[in-house]
């Protein structure tokens, strides 16, 4: 195939990938004024904010996995396979190493910060059904539901239903109140697991009963393929864990105690848990939030050993680009939208919401991998397509206004409706996303072509910018939290400020150093004696 010149460069795509990285600093600025899932609830929410964030969450990382498959195949072409395993090893597994070691620590300490100061504030926020039920506060839950809070919805955190709170912290009454108000004793929490599970993992043995009684299904099982009763097999290592992050407090004696009782309703025998060392390191491989906001440095990873074995059969295989009508034009929507539908149908069960899925655990689920490499495979055949007119998002004045203002919208709408038109609202993602990632590439192409040294400086700093952000972005919302001030003010601030320092941070402390060799390779400082 006829590749352009070794020198030359996609500034458009160079500045889009900035562009990304960037925008995910916002993103998780604007997280603590949604009201939603997130370290710090700001005193100042805004619906707007909700609209915005799920607006740039609905494309923004699939658009970074398709640029990523296209530079990846670009270095591929140019200096062959070997480069790029060497290449990601240096600027991909390296900063993510690192980064575990040193930045996600420290967000995670700062993320435990804001939960215990945020502990008091919520007792003096908003009561929520599902912190009534983990409590047992019977008249609370009463008039929550008198209110219409829904029975069955799974709090948008942890993604449990109040009647597995009630049934794991062992409020037997509450049980009682919510079966007679409506509550689904088959509902599953996102793990796919039921209240009976939760009941009979922590031995709540009355509560079983009640749950046998209305209608719960000891047969059915969780992601895990667990029933009921193989929950009771869990050794304590395992229980220990899973109530920690539960935060339900648990007595060895009394749960073992308790779970005899259960396996003999459940129909197995009494005999105590045996220690499964196998379960508990499956859990800490799947489950553990070992990489957070530098998850996807990880699943670039994965992206980069399937591309090498991909690249080494066409290599042998003599394999060619498929014709670029597949892959620039329109009809690349017939294979793409049913293929990534494919994935995206996993996603959002247990809670909706639009965009895609994430993952910061070792071994990540495998319709994410899915999902994301599609898009990396994408970007890749892009790569080989030579689209040098400009032909994938050519009509970007007219695709980004209808994501934006017709698809989006509705898909927003149908996402948050009635489940049975879950698998509607999953399409209306889907083309939301493919038609918001080739506007932006159209658009940056047609601004962005030429290089500007102002974005080159700024493509150049973001991936710090971005590895590094998520501690400041915290420690700068729990600073204005309590503000009297109006979110969107406090938003612009948040942003001001961790930008700034970012970029300080950058020019002084990474640029000229070994981690700005690492990041993107060696700088050199522009002295009056190399200029004259």
Same mark, same amino acid.
């Given at each position: ?51 915005? /964030? ?25 200096? #062959? ?18 980064? /575990? ?14 939960? #215990? ?75 796919? #697991? ?8 922590? #031995? ?115 394999? %060619? ?201 060696? %700088?050199?400082?522009? /002295? ?5």
């Amino acid at each position: 195939m006829e590749l352009p010149p070794a020198s030359s460069r996609r500034h458009d795509l160079d500045a889009l990938r900035a562009f990304a990285m960037l925008l995910g600093i916002a993103l998780h600025a604007a997280l603590s004024f949604t009201g939603g899932p997130w370290m710090v609830q700001d005193s100042q929410t805004s619906r707007v904010f909700q609209i915005l /964030t799920s607006a740039v969450h609905g494309f923004r990382m699939p658009l970074f996995f398709v640029l990523s498959g296209f530079f990846t195949a670009m270095l591929w072409r140019r200096r #062959g396979l070997r480069a790029v395993i060497e290449h990601r090893l240096r600027r991909v597994f390296l900063p993510l190493l690192l980064g /575990t070691l040193t930045i996600v620590p420290v967000m995670f300490w700062l993320g435990a910060v804001a939960a #215990g100061s945020g502990e008091s504030r919520a007792e003096k926020g908003p009561p929520t059904l599902w912190k009534a039920c983990a409590v047992g506060d019977h008249d609370l839950v009463r008039r929550l539901l008198d209110d219409g809070t829904d029975v069955n919805a799974p709090d948008p955190v942890l993604g449990v239903t109040p009647l597995s709170y009630a049934a794991m912290f062992g409020r037997d009454e509450v049980v009682k109140l919510l079966v007679q108000r409506g509550a689904d004793a088959k509902r599953t929490n996102r793990d796919g #697991g039921t209240a009976l599970h939760g009941a009979a993992f922590l #031995g709540r043995a009355s509560i079983v009963r009640e749950l046998l009684k209305v209608g719960a299904d000891a047969k059915m099982k969780n992601e895990r393929g667990e029933t009921a009763l193989d929950a009771t097999l869990a050794d304590w290592g395992v229980t220990q864990f899973i109530a920690r992050i539960m935060k339900v407090p648990v007595e060895r004696e009394v749960l073992m105690q308790g779970r005899s009782e259960v396996r003999e309703m459940l129909g197995g025998d009494a005999k105590e848990a045996r220690p499964r060392p196998v379960l508990a390191i499956w859990l800490f491989l799947t489950q553990m939030p070992i990489f957070s906001h530098l998850w996807f440095l990880w699943f670039l990873c994965w992206m980069v050993a399937g591309f090498s074995m991909c690249a080494w059969i066409a290599n042998r295989i003599g394999w %060619k680009p498929a014709p670029r009508r597949w892959v620039t034009s329109p009809l690349s929507g017939l294979w793409l939208v049913p293929l990534t539908l494919i994935p995206a149908w996993c996603m959002g069960r247990a809670m909706p919401n639009f965009g895609p899925d994430t993952s910061s655990s070792i071994l990540p689920p495998l319709h994410l991998l899915a999902y994301y490499a599609l898009f990396f495979g994408y970007g890749a055949l892009y790569f080989d397509s030579q689209d040098h007119e400009g032909r994938l998002g050519r009509r970007w004045w007219l695709i980004w206004p209808l994501a934006l203002l017709v698809v989006y919208p509705a898909g927003l709408s149908l996402t948050y409706g009635s489940a049975k038109l879950r698998g509607m609202a999953i399409l209306l993602q889907v083309i939301y996303v493919w038609m918001m990632s080739a506007a932006m590439m159209g658009l940056f192409r047609r601004f962005v072509s030429q290089e500007r040294p102002w974005i080159r400086y700024l493509s150049d700093a973001s991936y710090w910018m971005y590895l590094a952000h998520l501690p400041l972005v915290i420690a700068a919302q729990l600073w204005v939290r309590d503000w009297p001030l109006a979110a969107a003010w406090k938003f612009l601030l948040v942003c001001g400020a961790v930008f700034a320092l970012l970029l300080v941070s950058y020019e002084y402390l990474v640029r000229y150093t070994w981690i700005g060799a690492l990041l993107n390779g060696r %700088k050199h400082r522009h /002295t009056l004696a190399t200029q004259t």
